[in-house]
């Protein structure tokens, strides 16, 4: 390992980032250094941003992702190298937002019901009804639930925080009957062949995709989906912005705001014509006139 890398690994660590992060962020800027066989640190901003012009234009990556590859470049060259503005000319490319396609409560439940794997199923359940993380769903323990208060902890979400959010009654039962069936030891949902260690999210992640074909579910989106539908189904019972914050675990209100445009709309606007009353109305000739006026 170069001594570069190696710093650049070492305040990762320091600075909490997670294994996740670390290994994009690394891989970002070995990706940087074989483009131009050289050195990332003998590499200047201007030829970075023919690397981001490449990334756009011929590798077609997602802005996104190219965000992503900018950050990890942002923390080598303003954190690693300690070049302080070094790539404050790099333009960003703008994010486009999409809203998926979302799922109604029907089709969740017909998802749900086409996984006949009690395991995966559960799963499924509880990243539904609890809007959780795919990532998150696989790391739960038995000790996260809480009998008494009826309430689940997340540990080391996304952004390394913890969090306490309300379970379901109807949520604990299926858990209940799960865990009298498959007696876990330490994670709730655990490996084939290795007890102390969780179930990986690849196999999850295939599992509903066979259950969304099972039950023609033909709208594109992943088991992320779940969360998706969490969000928008509880905004339309009349569930608080700010409760849904915590719940899903948002650092800022506006990442939980979005789901404001995404909620379905059962009603049309209402017509505020037609509270002002005809005789009010000017006629289209005065109008005329005092327009030429």
Same mark, same amino acid.
Request: with cysteine; aromatic share 8%.
């Given at each position: 390992m170069s001594p570069l890398r190696q710093m650049m690994s070492d305040l990762l660590v320091i600075k909490n980032y997670s294994i996740h992060t670390q290994e994009c962020y690394i891989r970002s800027v070995e990706q940087l250094s074989q483009y131009f066989n050289c050195t990332p640190s003998k590499i200047t901003p201007e030829e970075i941003q023919k690397w981001i012009l490449h990334l756009i234009s011929e590798a077609q990556l997602a802005p996104g992702t190219i965000k992503l590859r900018l950050s990890a470049l942002k923390f080598f060259y303003h954190d690693v190298l300690q070049k302080e503005?070094?790539?404050?000319?790099?333009?960003?490319?703008?994010?486009?937002?999409?809203?998926?396609?979302?799922?109604?409560?029907?089709?969740?439940?017909?998802?749900?019901?086409?996984?006949?794997?009690q395991k995966y199923r559960t799963m499924m359940i509880v990243c539904y009804a609890c809007g959780l993380r795919v990532s998150e769903v696989v790391n739960l323990t038995?000790?996260? /639930? +809480?009998? *008494?208060?009826?309430?689940?902890?997340?540990?080391?979400?996304?952004? =390394?925080?913890?969090?306490? %959010?309300? @379970?379901?009654?109807?949520?604990?039962?299926?858990?209940?009957?799960? /865990? +009298?069936? *498959?007696?876990?030891?330490?994670?709730?949902?655990?490996?084939?062949? =290795?007890?102390?260690?969780? %179930?990986? @999210?690849?196999?999850?992640?295939?599992?509903?995709?066979?259950?969304? /074909?099972?039950?023609?579910?033909?709208?594109?989106?992943?088991?992320?989906?779940?969360?998706?539908?969490?969000?928008?189904?509880?905004?339309?019972?009349?569930?608080?912005?700010?409760?849904?914050?915590? /719940?899903?675990?948002?650092?800022?209100?506006?990442?939980?705001?979005?789901?404001?445009?995404?909620?379905?709309?059962?009603?049309?606007?209402?017509?505020l014509l037609s509270n002002i009353k005809k005789n009010r109305t000017l006629p289209a000739q005065q109008t005329d006139v005092e327009g030429d006026k």
């Amino acid at each position: 390992m170069s001594p570069l890398r190696q710093m650049m690994s070492d305040l990762l660590v320091i600075k909490n980032y997670s294994i996740h992060t670390q290994e994009c962020y690394i891989r970002s800027v070995e990706q940087l250094s074989q483009y131009f066989n050289c050195t990332p640190s003998k590499i200047t901003p201007e030829e970075i941003q023919k690397w981001i012009l490449h990334l756009i234009s011929e590798a077609q990556l997602a802005p996104g992702t190219i965000k992503l590859r900018l950050s990890a470049l942002k923390f080598f060259y303003h954190d690693v190298l300690q070049k302080e503005h070094y790539l404050d000319k790099v333009p960003v490319p703008k994010g486009v937002q999409k809203i998926p396609d979302l799922l109604t409560p029907p089709e969740v439940d017909a998802i749900i019901q086409a996984c006949k794997n009690q395991k995966y199923r559960t799963m499924m359940i509880v990243c539904y009804a609890c809007g959780l993380r795919v990532s998150e769903v696989v790391n739960l323990t038995i000790k996260d /639930i +809480e009998q *008494y208060n009826m309430t689940l902890k997340i540990c080391q979400g996304k952004g =390394n925080k913890d969090r306490i %959010i309300p @379970i379901p009654r109807t949520l604990f039962d299926v858990l209940k009957h799960y /865990i +009298e069936h *498959y007696t876990p030891v330490t994670f709730l949902f655990y490996h084939q062949h =290795n007890q102390l260690k969780a %179930i990986g @999210i690849s196999s999850l992640q295939q599992m509903y995709k066979a259950a969304k /074909i099972k039950a023609e579910i033909i709208k594109k989106g992943g088991i992320h989906g779940l969360r998706h539908a969490f969000a928008t189904h509880q905004l339309a019972c009349g569930l608080s912005l700010y409760t849904l914050k915590e /719940i899903l675990g948002h650092s800022s209100i506006k990442s939980t705001e979005r789901y404001l445009h995404w909620v379905p709309q059962d009603s049309a606007p209402v017509d505020l014509l037609s509270n002002i009353k005809k005789n009010r109305t000017l006629p289209a000739q005065q109008t005329d006139v005092e327009g030429d006026k």
